[in-house]
């Protein structure tokens, strides 16, 4: 009796913590979504919201006269192939740095992580040249484009994301691996049968990190694309401040909090992956 | 075992598919070869009808199509630095006058020969700011610089005297209209305070006959120092404003009818008219030494990218952005005041237009046309028109008012100083926030702010140059 | 071992090694070369190589100490970053994990938020909420009774203080001749002359701010992970140590720590590394400062903001480039100990 009441007691306090985090980690949000209400004005016109005066008309600007839809839909190819292709390099790469014994192996990864640690603001140049040198190569085919886009980002969470997927395997049972291969398995049908289902979380973490890595850089898209009509979401929205002396704020805040709600879906999609653990398909004993 | 194999077959027929799916996707994220001869044009501006129109009429008289590409202004400087040089930027660029001497020095743009007669039709000034080294290196669309702006609720006639400034503003503080503030503007951005500093005296580079000489500053001057003191006063002595105020904050109090007085660019006009707001622009009042404050006036212009393949047809293109007619538009359009002297002259000019949102289902309504440029649609080129963003368009619906506006912004520009375009001048921002911030602050006093952040400036200058 | 297996494990690896040979490796090694040359405005379409003269003109510079004091904020900077977003995002996540607790996907889509919203606009509304003077949240604080009060006790406890002394030191030593001042207490506590916090005025307030903001930004992350990753760990094992009367604290430490540790630690590390140069993060809230008299660089300033402002704004690439290389020597050098040290990369 009393273990219930100490447990429910426990349960009403996680509760509150949880919502008063959600409180807390929202309110700067509040703020940009009642910015995006305004019709006119910045994050400073009107300290007190004036219930009155709210609309959606950004929104409803935004949907129809601009070219929003546009950026979310190069965002999402841009984001959806990186990633996909992202993940199917570093899952092979991952169980191979995992499982493998191979020259290398030990001082190769840190090499790449190590790489990736060179500040990147020069690296604009470089990555200008490397896309020129494709340009020419591929005949426009691969260049100042998405294409390229998606080249870049691809290459760039590779070594991260390689080592997240390794250590992830690597606190994988070794025993389902070992009794497949006893069974006659080869390796290659050891990996994707019985361990790739297993990586179900991993996999959703990475995959979201490269997503949202890639859908919110600005740096890279703004010097590299460009004819407005492939531009991304995240160039988009510079334009609105980007002016002189930003002023178009309520813009702004209406074009970013719609163009988080596909992250928010994407994640509440792949959240299931999430909880789906090594408990599903395990073999016992 | 069938059952099995059944699904390895699914899945496998899932991959190719996904594989197709990715491929075909990834495919139509590549570019397309343009064959045919086009300009591109780079820009930030926001009027794209005039735009259109003056792309328009270019077309029509050579058969080349113009390509429009938006970009944000911060971006654009570093993007055509990027690209210009390996063959991928525009053959056009618009942007400031003061990216002049460091795409010049760049080596990125070309210099383009002006008829004297050509040459007068414009403002003299904004030619000379073009110019560089003694080459005119483009041609100027609009000139602009920032003053005073007033609520006409709170003050009927602008101030004449800066004693007459702050006295209001104090009124105004005291409470005189409820929590509305007198006089706020952002004070450590250059941009904005140089105007006080110009107006006792100083200069940023000793103008001579060769041109400016980025050697020898003078923003530690004794007449500097005394702008800066002004400028601390308005926070210590006469209590109008904090340390921290930003453009957005005075911006949006003004949008609220809670500011009396601003100081900033004719930019934020158009969002004062949606708001319905009753404004006066003016130049700053007249210091305590009988002289105006000097605000650094701007100049929008037109630049050749070097590596354009088609020089005569990009002048040409340039010729046609810049004429009267397309600067009238782009007034109508964006409220930027015209460079040429004839389309300054112009009557539409002293109109005032009053802006209303088009109320009508999904497009724009036509122009009224009654005294207004004329506005064309989305010329047949083939090309996909620009979006327009940040400044929407509107359908204006004109009314005769006489135009104080015009009036006060050329007037603040009269009594400008040009921003000096000359590369030095880049490394005069930053260092000059920070001597704001630490006098603002109270941190340092004026006179040692100044004298260590311009030495600092002086070695930067040094070391950009060598 | 025939050849072929030898081969067998590079077919794995090949593609992800194309990419970043191409990707990665390739502008390191161009930006390295630029480090010798003199590439900057005036030396724009041609730039020759210069050899060592960018590297002595760094080394030998009066900014040096700067360097070094950028460079011990840069570490704490760093390590404070993600030691709080990594405690925030392990709680959250061990909260979150619990069996049996309703309304999960609620909680972690809404927790979510902060990395979902782009981070230029989030950073920008923090600078606002931030404002000394017009900011919502001294607003907020502001007009909030309790903390009125307590704001103007210290005031007056602190005014009380000065003139008492000031009073004692005059009648001790005539008229004050020494000019000696009592010492303002609000001084000690930064505030500004209203009793409200200079949140991104005053150096340690501003280096608090930026790392909460930091924080809000990042925890998502490191939340995330973590719940990814505890889904590894098989729940049998934590059944197997209740049963043998493991408590909580104990399962924690025992099962829950080891296993995480292979999948986490590159997460710290990397994020050690990746906050290290996060340039976006410091620029965009405070551009580096407040400003320090007499230095380049400001309050918050870490090393790839200062350099940025030291060498892009006086357009020398080629400078900048020398700087890239000395951060990625200090920053690779610290992360390859660190791998070292914690075993990392053994099996």
């Known amino acids: 009796m009393n273990r219930k009441l100490a447990d429910t007691a426990l349960q009403i306090v996680i509760h509150v913590f949880l919502i008063i985090t959600v409180i807390a980690v929202l309110s700067p949000v509040y703020w940009i979504v009642i910015a995006s209400l305004r019709e006119v004005g910045n994050l400073f016109s009107g300290q007190s919201v004036n219930w009155k005066d709210l609309s959606l008309a950004n929104y409803v600007m935004l949907l129809t006269r601009s070219d929003f839809l546009l950026w979310i839909k190069n965002s999402f190819i841009v984001c959806s192939i990186s990633t996909i292709i992202c993940l199917c390099f570093t899952c092979t790469a991952g169980y191979a740095f995992s499982r493998f014994s191979f020259k290398g192996k030990k001082n190769g990864l840190m090499f790449m992580i190590i790489i990736q640690m060179f500040p990147s603001m020069m690296a604009m140049v470089a990555l200008y040249n490397l896309l020129n040198i494709f340009d020419r190569f591929t005949g426009g085919l691969i260049g100042f484009n998405l294409a390229g886009l998606i080249l870049i980002y691809t290459g760039g969470n590779i070594p991260f994301n390689m080592w997240l997927i390794k250590g992830y395997i690597d606190s994988l049972p070794k025993e389902l691996e070992e009794s497949a291969y006893i069974d006659g398995a080869t390796r290659w049908q050891t990996f994707y049968q019985i361990v790739l289902p297993l990586m179900g979380p991993i996999l959703a973490v990475v995959g979201i990190f490269t997503f949202i890595g890639a859908y919110n850089d600005f740096l890279i898209p703004s010097i590299v694309l460009q004819d407005s009509s492939q531009y991304t979401l995240a160039v988009g929205l510079r334009s609105f401040i980007g002016g002189k002396f930003s002023v178009s704020w309520t813009q702004f805040a209406a074009a970013s909090v719609m163009g988080a709600l596909p992250i928010l879906v994407v994640f509440m999609g792949l959240q299931r992956f999430l909880v789906e653990g090594l408990t599903k398909g395990a073999v016992k004993g | 075992m069938p059952p099995q194999q059944g699904v390895l077959l699914m899945k496998r027929a899932a991959y190719v598919l996904l594989l197709c799916l990715s491929t075909l996707l990834f495919l139509s994220a590549c570019g397309k070869k343009e064959e045919k001869t086009h300009l591109v044009v780079w820009t930030d501006m926001n009027e794209t009808k005039s735009l259109n129109a003056a792309t328009a009429r270019f077309t029509a008289r050579t058969g080349v199509p113009v390509k429009i590409v938006r970009v944000p202004l911060i971006e654009l400087q570093p993007k055509f630095q990027v690209a210009a040089p390996v063959r991928q930027g525009p053959d056009l660029v618009t942007g400031p006058h003061n990216w002049v001497g460091p795409f010049a020095t760049a080596g990125l743009i070309s210099p383009v020969e002006l008829t004297p007669d050509e040459a007068t039709k414009y403002l003299p000034v904004s030619l000379k700011v073009m110019s560089f080294e003694g080459k005119i290196y483009g041609l100027p669309v609009s000139v602009e610089a920032p003053g005073l702006i007033y609520n006409k609720k709170f003050v009927s006639k602008p101030p004449q005297t800066m004693k007459e400034l702050i006295a209001i503003a104090q009124e105004i503080d005291s409470g005189k209209y409820g929590d509305v503030k007198g006089f706020m503007y952002e004070m450590v951005d250059f941009y904005f305070s140089w105007a006080f500093f110009g107006g006792y005296g100083a200069y940023i580079f000793k103008d001579t006959p060769q041109g400016l000489d980025p050697k020898d500053v003078g923003l530690d001057s004794p007449e500097a120092v005394q702008a800066a003191q002004l400028i601390l006063d308005f926070i210590k002595k006469y209590h109008l404003m904090e340390q921290g105020v930003t453009k957005d904050i005075a911006d949006g109090r003004f949008l609220d009818n809670k500011l009396a007085m601003t100081y900033n660019g004719p930019w934020t006009l158009v969002n004062y008219k949606k708001q319905g707001i009753s404004y006066g622009f003016a130049p700053l009042p007249k210091l305590d030494n009988g002289r105006y404050p000097s605000p650094l006036v701007s100049v929008l212009g037109v630049m050749l990218n070097r590596e354009t393949r088609h020089r005569e047809l990009a002048i040409d293109l340039m010729k046609e952005i810049c004429s009267g007619e397309s600067q009238i538009d782009i007034y109508l359009e964006g409220g930027r005041i015209p460079s040429r002297l004839d389309a300054q002259d112009d009557p539409r000019l002293a109109l005032q237009a009053v802006l209303k949102e088009n109320a009508g289902p999904g497009g724009d309504a036509p122009d009224a046309g009654a005294a207004g440029g004329k506005v064309s649609d989305e010329p047949d080129t083939g090309y996909r028109a620009l979006s327009t963003i940040g400044g929407l368009s509107y359908a204006m619906d004109v009314t005769f008012v006489p135009n104080e506006e015009v009036k006060g912004i050329l007037e603040s520009a009269r009594v400008g100083t040009p921003m000096p375009n000359i590369p030095a001048f880049t490394q005069v921002w930053q260092p000059m926030k920070e001597a704001l911030q630490l006098i603002t602050m109270e941190k340092q006093s004026p006179e040692e702010a100044l004298k260590m952040q311009v030495d600092r400036i002086r070695k930067d200058i040094l070391r950009m140059m060598r | ?347």
């Not at chain 3, 379409?45 to 030998?60: M, R």
């Not at chain 3, 996907?105 to 979510?112: A, M, P």
């Not at chain 3, 009774?145 to 006790?153: D, Q, R």
């Not at chain 3, 290290?276 to 309050?299: E, H, K, M, R």
């Open chain 3, 1 to 347: 071992m025939t050849a072929k297996n030898k081969l067998y494990p590079y077919l794995y690896i090949l593609p992800a090694i194309v990419f970043v040979t191409l990707i990665t490796l390739f502008p390191n090694v161009y930006s390295l070369y630029l480090a010798f040359t003199n590439y900057s405005l005036y030396h724009f379409q041609h730039f020759q190589f210069i050899g060592l003269k960018n590297f002595q003109e760094i080394l030998f510079s009066a900014e040096l100490n700067t360097f070094f004091r950028v460079f011990i904020w840069t570490l704490l900077w760093a390590f404070f970053s993600v030691a709080l977003q990594f405690v925030a995002g392990l709680v959250l996540a061990l909260i979150l994990n619990r069996k049996g607790l309703k309304g999960t996907n609620f909680y972690r889509t809404f927790l979510i938020v902060p990395w979902a919203v782009p981070s230029f606009i989030t950073v920008l509304m923090w600078a606002g909420l931030l404002n000394t003077d017009y900011g919502q949240i001294n607003q907020a604080l502001m007009s909030f009774p309790p903390i009125l009060f307590v704001i103007k006790m210290i005031i007056g406890v602190n005014n009380f203080f000065v003139h008492m002394i000031n009073w004692l030191l005059n009648a001790l030593f005539n008229h004050g001749a020494t000019g000696v001042q009592a010492k303002n207490y609000l001084d000690y506590l930064m505030l500004n002359s209203k009793g409200i916090v200079p949140w991104l005025d005053e150096s340690p307030w501003a280096k608090i701010s930026v790392l909460v903001v930091n924080l809000w930004l990042g925890f998502p992350y490191m939340m995330s992970i973590s719940l990814g990753s505890l889904q590894s760990i098989p729940s049998d094992l934590y059944e197997a140590s209740s049963l043998d009367g493991a408590s909580k604290i104990q399962q924690f430490r025992k099962i829950t720590v080891p296993m995480l540790r292979s999948s986490i630690l590159p997460v710290l590390i990397t994020s050690f590394a990746f906050n290290f140069n996060n340039f976006v993060g410091i620029y965009l809230l405070t551009a580096g400062g407040p400003a320090q008299s007499g230095s380049v660089a400001g309050a918050t300033d870490i090393l790839v903001s200062y350099t940025y402002k030291l060498a892009f704004t006086s357009c020398q690439f080629g400078l900048a480039c020398a700087y890239a290389v000395l951060i990625f020597l200090l920053i690779g050098s610290l992360s390859m100990v660190n791998f070292k040290l914690t075993g990392a990369f053994n099996d």
